[in-house]
């Protein structure tokens, strides 16, 4: 699956353009023009309450009261979500007498500012066209952040592959054969934090030299340090863990390939930092502590709450070691297992073990430059830590939602291991294509359903074990045929 020259160059670029086409065609029809949950609905309305109302307060949004809108205007949510239509999302924070949304507020003030543009040249009103502000947010939010991945892991696959075909079906693959399709119908952090994490793969994999060296410009440097802030702004454990992997890889090929190029952790520090302070400012404004509001059990103590009382994610609440291992592989192989529900990070998890771990002469992996290993152990090393943090400080399985949402974001370095392990191994696409057709199938199941609805067992385990099958016979013939 090679190419070279002209031909392919021109390849890449129509194929680049047909990834973006079809992304971009996928996110407009998937954008839902309500409110599929509390999750989505506190987040709509602090973006609300910033901009109709002037404060970081939600008291007054419709996505909080829903019974007092105007007559004859479309209603927040879904029309058979009674509970929400009734209580408005749950979602929320009593600090000092007012209403706050528990979740991060730097992704809600840029949402805001889109929500301005819009009201100053529409005329558009939440509470009077809740559909149309909806249906802008979700597509200005998880509709671009799809297009972002599908684009950044075209390009990230094709310098990685050497092929544009081969990168194009990987892409879709990643695309529309895992959770990300579903998380694009409504607004979150999840599918925007895995956007950053593609497109900081891509700028990494697009830094290594013909001599299979990553070098890095300070001007690259400066883009990465920008979206890792936005990803620590977006969720603060996964970002955090972003920032201090990319912060470690910058270090190491420093003293490893140019010890004059010190300055490049402190660009990654200095462009990470604003939307860092801007994301510990605002906590600090609602609840008074730089730590997030929502982690105070006092704010989630009020009549009604959901949480008062519960075990929050943030703590150790699990009774032993041993509960928190078995929680921990539940997460990845349980009834919500992000690796059943997501067939394609499964050739990336042991891609990622033969690239990384296994003997090179077993697997043929000697074509991997240091440079791609450098970002490989980068981008899994950050995936290790993700899971086994929300594995020790955690026990819900992330809530009502498809697949664990925590762990969306390491469908990018799932992703770049798949190309590296193809790209030696050719053989194996016949094998991979059989993980990407039943995570077509499951994908299909979690973009009907949406993001906020898991997924049954009845449709779950036969997909997967029918995938497991058709592999095992595969391997077995190609097996006997060696």
């Known amino acids: 699956m090679h190419e070279s020259g002209l031909a392919s160059k021109t390849n890449s670029r129509r194929l680049l353009w047909v990834v973006a086409g079809v992304s971009a065609l996928f996110a407009l029809l998937s954008a839902r023009p309500y409110a599929g949950s509390w999750n989505d609905g506190s987040r709509l309305a602090s973006v609300e309450a910033i901009v109709d109302y002037d404060t970081l307060a939600i008291d007054d949004s419709v996505f909080l009261a829903p019974i007092f809108l105007p007559d004859n205007a479309p209603p927040p949510y879904a029309p058979d979500d009674a509970l929400s239509l009734k209580y408005g999302t749950l979602d929320r924070l009593l600090i000092d007498g007012h209403w706050y949304s528990d979740k991060p507020y730097v992704p809600q003030v840029m949402l805001a500012g889109v929500y301005k543009f819009a009201q100053l040249t529409t005329g558009l009103q939440a509470n009077r066209h809740a559909d149309v502000f909806n249906y802008l947010m979700t597509v200005v939010s998880s509709g671009v952040s799809l297009v972002a991945f599908a684009l950044a892991g075209f390009i990230a696959a094709r310098r990685t592959l050497g092929c544009p075909i081969g990168a194009a079906v990987l892409t879709a693959s990643f695309t529309l054969s895992t959770a990300a399709l579903a998380y694009s119908r409504h607004v979150n952090a999840n599918l925007p934090l895995a956007a950053c994490a593609m497109v900081i793969l891509a700028l990494l994999t697009c830094s290594v030299d013909e001599e299979g060296q990553l070098k890095l410009r300070t001007r690259r440097v400066a883009i990465i340090g920008l ?252 097996m006997k045929r060696a």
């Not at 860092?276 to 404004?285: D, E, S, W």
């Not at 830590?385 to 664990?404: D, E, F, M, P, Q």
Request: aromatic share 14%.
């Open 227 to 478: 979206l890792a802030g936005l990803t620590y702004a977006l969720e603060s454990a996964t970002g955090g863990l972003l920032c201090l992997a990319l912060g470690l890889l910058l270090v190491w090929q420093c003293w490893l390939n140019d010890r004059s190029r010190w300055h490049l952790p402190l660009v990654l520090t200095l462009t990470a930092l604003p939307l860092i302070a801007l994301h510990h400012v605002f906590n600090f404004r609602i609840g008074g502590t730089f730590g997030p509001a929502n982690a105070n059990p006092a704010y989630l103590n009020w009549p009604g709450s959901p949480f008062a009382g519960g075990e929050l994610t943030g703590q150790w609440n699990h009774d032993n070691v041993f509960r928190a291992v078995l929680y921990s592989l539940e997460l990845l192989f349980g009834r919500k297992g992000f690796l059943w529900l997501n067939p394609p990070m499964l050739v990336g998890a042991v891609a990622a073990v033969c690239l990384l771990v296994a003997p090179r002469r077993r697997f043929a992996i000697a074509g991997a430059t240091r440079g791609q290993r450098a970002i490989l152990w980068c981008a899994f090393g950050w995936t290790a830590a993700v899971w086994l943090l929300y594995g020790a400080l955690s026990t819900n399985r992330s809530g009502v939602c498809y697949s664990i949402r925590w762990f969306v974001p390491m469908l990018a370095p799932g992703l770049l291991a798949v190309a590296l392990l193809l790209r030696h191994r050719h053989e194996l696409w016949p094998r991979f294509a059989v993980f990407a057709v039943a995570g077509g199938v499951l994908g299909a199941i979690g973009w009907w359903n949406g993001p906020w609805a898991e997924v049954r067992g009845y449709l779950m385990w036969p997909v997967v074990g029918v995938m497991m099958v058709v592999w095992a016979v595969m391997s077995l013939r190609e």
